[in-house]
Antibody, heavy 114, light 107 residues
Framework: QVQLVQSGAEVKKPGSSVKVSCKAS????????ISWVRQAPGQGLEWMGR???VLGVSNQGRVTFTADKSTSTVYMELSSLRSDDTAVYYC????????????WGQGAMVIVSS | DIQMTQSPFSLSTSVRDRVIITCRAS??????LNWYQQKPGKAPKLLIY???SLQSGVPSRFSGSGSGTDFTLTISSLQPEDFATYYC?????????FGQGTTVEIK
Protein backbone atom coordinates (compact mmCIF):
# COMPACT_ATOMS: atom_id res chain seq x y z
CA GLN A 1 0.00 0.00 0.00
CA VAL A 2 1.40 3.36 -1.03
CA GLN A 3 2.08 5.87 1.72
CA LEU A 4 2.71 9.58 1.24
CA VAL A 5 5.60 10.98 3.25
CA GLN A 6 5.96 14.75 3.49
CA SER A 7 8.87 16.99 4.39
CA GLY A 8 9.19 18.65 7.78
CA ALA A 9 8.00 21.86 9.36
CA GLU A 10 9.17 25.21 8.01
CA VAL A 11 9.33 28.73 9.40
CA LYS A 12 9.39 31.45 6.76
CA LYS A 13 9.42 35.24 6.54
CA PRO A 14 6.56 37.14 4.89
CA GLY A 15 7.24 37.63 1.19
CA SER A 16 9.46 34.54 0.88
CA SER A 17 8.62 31.16 -0.62
CA VAL A 18 8.26 27.65 0.73
CA LYS A 19 8.55 24.30 -1.02
CA VAL A 20 6.96 21.21 0.55
CA SER A 21 7.64 17.72 -0.75
CA CYS A 22 5.45 14.62 -0.83
CA LYS A 23 7.06 11.28 -1.65
CA ALA A 24 5.31 8.05 -2.51
CA SER A 25 6.67 5.29 -0.29
CA UNK A 26 6.04 1.63 -1.04
CA UNK A 27 4.98 2.32 -4.59
CA UNK A 28 4.54 5.04 -7.17
CA UNK A 29 1.87 7.61 -8.00
CA UNK A 30 0.91 5.68 -11.13
CA UNK A 31 -1.67 7.67 -13.06
CA UNK A 32 -3.19 9.16 -9.93
CA UNK A 33 -3.39 12.90 -9.40
CA ILE A 34 -2.06 14.38 -6.19
CA SER A 35 -3.96 17.18 -4.53
CA TRP A 36 -2.84 19.63 -1.88
CA VAL A 37 -5.12 20.60 0.99
CA ARG A 38 -4.27 23.06 3.72
CA GLN A 39 -5.64 23.66 7.19
CA ALA A 40 -5.03 26.87 9.11
CA PRO A 41 -4.77 26.50 12.91
CA GLY A 42 -8.16 25.59 14.35
CA GLN A 43 -9.82 25.89 10.95
CA GLY A 44 -11.29 23.64 8.29
CA LEU A 45 -9.88 22.12 5.11
CA GLU A 46 -9.11 24.10 1.97
CA TRP A 47 -8.33 22.47 -1.38
CA MET A 48 -5.44 24.20 -3.13
CA GLY A 49 -5.11 22.36 -6.42
CA ARG A 50 -3.77 19.20 -8.01
CA UNK A 51 -1.09 17.80 -10.24
CA UNK A 52 -0.96 14.67 -12.34
CA UNK A 53 2.67 13.62 -11.82
CA VAL A 54 3.03 11.97 -15.23
CA LEU A 55 2.10 15.27 -16.85
CA GLY A 56 4.52 17.49 -14.91
CA VAL A 57 3.99 21.09 -13.77
CA SER A 58 0.78 22.82 -12.72
CA ASN A 59 0.58 26.53 -11.89
CA GLN A 60 -2.26 28.11 -9.99
CA GLY A 61 -1.56 31.71 -9.07
CA ARG A 62 0.93 31.85 -6.18
CA VAL A 63 1.11 28.06 -6.05
CA THR A 64 3.23 25.83 -8.31
CA PHE A 65 3.01 22.06 -8.27
CA THR A 66 5.84 20.03 -9.76
CA ALA A 67 6.68 16.36 -9.97
CA ASP A 68 9.88 14.31 -10.15
CA LYS A 69 8.84 10.99 -11.63
CA SER A 70 12.28 9.48 -11.04
CA THR A 71 11.86 9.76 -7.28
CA SER A 72 8.05 9.56 -7.09
CA THR A 73 7.99 12.95 -5.40
CA VAL A 74 5.69 15.91 -5.92
CA TYR A 75 6.30 19.41 -4.67
CA MET A 76 4.13 22.34 -3.71
CA GLU A 77 5.78 25.75 -3.83
CA LEU A 78 3.92 28.76 -2.43
CA SER A 79 5.37 32.20 -3.09
CA SER A 80 4.85 35.69 -1.66
CA LEU A 81 4.01 34.19 1.71
CA ARG A 82 1.67 36.03 4.06
CA SER A 83 0.86 35.40 7.69
CA ASP A 84 -2.48 33.86 6.71
CA ASP A 85 -0.60 31.15 4.80
CA THR A 86 0.34 29.69 8.20
CA ALA A 87 -1.19 26.22 8.08
CA VAL A 88 -0.62 22.51 7.90
CA TYR A 89 -0.21 21.49 4.26
CA TYR A 90 -1.33 18.00 3.27
CA CYS A 91 -0.79 16.11 0.07
CA UNK A 92 -3.43 13.54 -0.78
CA UNK A 93 -3.92 11.00 -3.54
CA UNK A 94 -7.02 11.61 -5.61
CA UNK A 95 -9.27 8.74 -6.62
CA UNK A 96 -10.41 10.35 -9.85
CA UNK A 97 -13.47 8.10 -10.19
CA UNK A 98 -15.11 9.78 -7.22
CA UNK A 99 -13.00 12.86 -6.57
CA UNK A 100 -12.16 11.47 -3.14
CA UNK A 101 -8.82 11.77 -1.34
CA UNK A 102 -8.06 8.20 -0.35
CA UNK A 103 -4.46 8.41 0.90
CA TRP A 104 -3.03 11.38 2.81
CA GLY A 105 0.42 12.49 3.82
CA GLN A 106 1.12 13.24 7.46
CA GLY A 107 1.07 16.99 6.89
CA ALA A 108 3.75 19.69 6.97
CA MET A 109 3.42 22.71 9.22
CA VAL A 110 4.37 26.02 7.60
CA ILE A 111 4.63 29.05 9.86
CA VAL A 112 4.92 32.50 8.31
CA SER A 113 6.22 35.02 10.79
CA SER A 114 8.48 38.04 10.82
CA ASP B 1 -17.83 27.86 -5.95
CA ILE B 2 -20.13 25.29 -4.35
CA GLN B 3 -20.74 26.00 -0.68
CA MET B 4 -21.01 23.07 1.72
CA THR B 5 -22.81 23.60 5.02
CA GLN B 6 -22.68 21.05 7.81
CA SER B 7 -24.85 20.80 10.90
CA PRO B 8 -24.52 20.73 13.75
CA PHE B 9 -21.24 22.58 14.25
CA SER B 10 -20.56 20.35 17.25
CA LEU B 11 -22.37 17.80 19.34
CA SER B 12 -21.85 16.17 22.71
CA THR B 13 -22.83 12.57 22.87
CA SER B 14 -22.14 9.27 24.58
CA VAL B 15 -20.66 5.93 23.62
CA ARG B 16 -23.22 3.69 21.89
CA ASP B 17 -25.37 6.64 20.84
CA ARG B 18 -26.53 7.03 17.26
CA VAL B 19 -25.07 10.12 15.60
CA ILE B 20 -26.33 11.86 12.48
CA ILE B 21 -24.41 14.67 10.76
CA THR B 22 -25.93 16.53 7.84
CA CYS B 23 -24.30 18.29 4.91
CA ARG B 24 -26.06 20.58 2.46
CA ALA B 25 -24.68 21.71 -0.90
CA SER B 26 -25.49 25.09 -2.43
CA UNK B 27 -26.41 23.38 -5.72
CA UNK B 28 -27.21 19.91 -7.00
CA UNK B 29 -24.09 17.73 -6.82
CA UNK B 30 -25.67 14.35 -7.52
CA UNK B 31 -23.80 11.84 -5.38
CA UNK B 32 -20.40 13.53 -5.68
CA LEU B 33 -20.05 13.74 -1.92
CA ASN B 34 -17.36 12.31 0.34
CA TRP B 35 -16.96 12.14 4.13
CA TYR B 36 -13.75 12.29 6.19
CA GLN B 37 -12.83 11.83 9.83
CA GLN B 38 -10.02 13.85 11.39
CA LYS B 39 -8.52 13.39 14.83
CA PRO B 40 -6.41 16.10 16.49
CA GLY B 41 -2.94 16.37 14.99
CA LYS B 42 -3.69 13.79 12.31
CA ALA B 43 -4.49 13.84 8.62
CA PRO B 44 -8.09 13.33 7.53
CA LYS B 45 -9.21 9.79 6.74
CA LEU B 46 -11.69 8.90 4.00
CA LEU B 47 -14.79 7.18 5.39
CA ILE B 48 -17.45 7.37 2.67
CA TYR B 49 -17.19 8.16 -1.05
CA UNK B 50 -19.87 8.74 -3.66
CA UNK B 51 -22.33 9.60 -0.89
CA UNK B 52 -22.91 6.05 0.34
CA SER B 53 -19.96 3.77 -0.47
CA LEU B 54 -17.91 2.63 2.50
CA GLN B 55 -14.16 2.99 2.07
CA SER B 56 -12.23 -0.24 2.52
CA GLY B 57 -11.33 -0.90 6.15
CA VAL B 58 -13.89 1.51 7.61
CA PRO B 59 -16.23 -0.06 10.20
CA SER B 60 -19.77 -0.79 9.06
CA ARG B 61 -21.25 1.40 11.82
CA PHE B 62 -20.49 4.31 9.48
CA SER B 63 -22.94 4.91 6.65
CA GLY B 64 -23.79 7.70 4.25
CA SER B 65 -26.88 8.62 2.33
CA GLY B 66 -28.38 11.37 0.20
CA SER B 67 -28.21 12.88 -3.26
CA GLY B 68 -28.73 16.22 -4.89
CA THR B 69 -28.20 18.81 -2.15
CA ASP B 70 -28.82 16.98 1.13
CA PHE B 71 -26.61 14.30 2.64
CA THR B 72 -26.15 12.54 5.96
CA LEU B 73 -23.40 10.66 7.72
CA THR B 74 -24.66 8.22 10.35
CA ILE B 75 -22.68 6.46 13.05
CA SER B 76 -24.99 3.72 14.29
CA SER B 77 -23.34 3.09 17.67
CA LEU B 78 -20.63 5.55 18.63
CA GLN B 79 -17.36 4.04 19.83
CA PRO B 80 -14.66 5.78 21.92
CA GLU B 81 -12.38 6.03 18.89
CA ASP B 82 -15.06 7.90 16.91
CA PHE B 83 -14.72 11.14 18.86
CA ALA B 84 -13.30 13.38 16.15
CA THR B 85 -14.18 16.07 13.60
CA TYR B 86 -16.05 15.05 10.47
CA TYR B 87 -15.96 16.85 7.12
CA CYS B 88 -18.01 16.51 3.97
CA UNK B 89 -16.46 17.36 0.58
CA UNK B 90 -18.06 17.85 -2.80
CA UNK B 91 -16.32 16.47 -5.86
CA UNK B 92 -18.88 17.63 -8.42
CA UNK B 93 -16.62 20.37 -9.76
CA UNK B 94 -13.50 22.31 -8.92
CA UNK B 95 -12.63 23.99 -6.71
CA UNK B 96 -13.50 21.02 -4.55
CA UNK B 97 -14.86 22.36 -1.30
CA PHE B 98 -15.34 21.08 2.22
CA GLY B 99 -17.93 21.71 4.87
CA GLN B 100 -16.77 23.58 7.95
CA GLY B 101 -16.64 20.40 10.02
CA THR B 102 -18.65 18.81 12.82
CA THR B 103 -16.89 17.97 16.06
CA VAL B 104 -18.22 14.99 17.98
CA GLU B 105 -17.34 15.33 21.66
CA ILE B 106 -17.79 13.19 24.73
CA LYS B 107 -20.75 14.19 26.89
Amino acid sequence: QVQLVQSGAEVKKPGSSVKVSCKASGGTFGNYAISWVRQAPGQGLEWMGRIIPVLGVSNQGRVTFTADKSTSTVYMELSSLRSDDTAVYYCARLDHRYGAFDIWGQGAMVIVSS
Amino acid sequence: DIQMTQSPFSLSTSVRDRVIITCRASQNIGTYLNWYQQKPGKAPKLLIYAASSLQSGVPSRFSGSGSGTDFTLTISSLQPEDFATYYCQQSYNTPWTFGQGTTVEIK
